[in-house]
């Protein structure tokens, strides 16, 4: 199994980013995105459930940030919006077996790609 990210890139605050998560070798029940801001712990941003679709958001990214699958090609995408300072960090997906929200329950993980948001 192997999940590669890609897309991170430096953007002015107010722009829009979006990342991609390409998976290998299987599909999960649920895919998330992390983010580990500079001298901080890692973090939920999200999470997709991949057979119904349905997507959940932490608090501070909810209505700026959309997270979307392409079934065909084993994509999972968070497409970032209005983007502040605070959000910069690397950010990770990874694949759950479940359904958690919780960082500890994901058992594959990308190699992270960085956002840096300029103010």
């Known amino acids: 199994v192997q999940l590669q990210a890609s897309g991170g890139g430096l953007v002015q605050a107010g722009g829009s980013l979006r990342l991609s998560c390409a998976a290998s070798?299987?599909?999960?029940?649920?895919y998330g995105w992390f983010r580990q801001p500079p001298g901080k712990e890692r973090e939920i941003v999200g999470r997709?459930?991949?057979?119904?679709?349905?997507?959940y958001y932490a608090d501070s990214v909810k209505g700026r940030f959309t997270i979307s699958r392409d079934n065909a090609k084993n994509t999972v995408y968070l497409q970032m919006n209005s983007l502040k300072p605070e959000d910069t960090a690397v950010y990770y997906c990874?694949?759950?077996?479940?359904?958690?929200?919780?960082?500890?329950?994901?058992?594959?993980w990308g190699q992270g790609t960085l956002v840096t948001v300029s103010s």
């Open positions: 997709i459930s991949w057979s119904s679709g349905n997507t």
């Open positions: 070798g299987r599909t999960f029940n649920s």
């Open positions: 990874a694949a759950d077996e479940g359904s958690s929200w919780f960082l500890t329950a994901y058992e594959y």
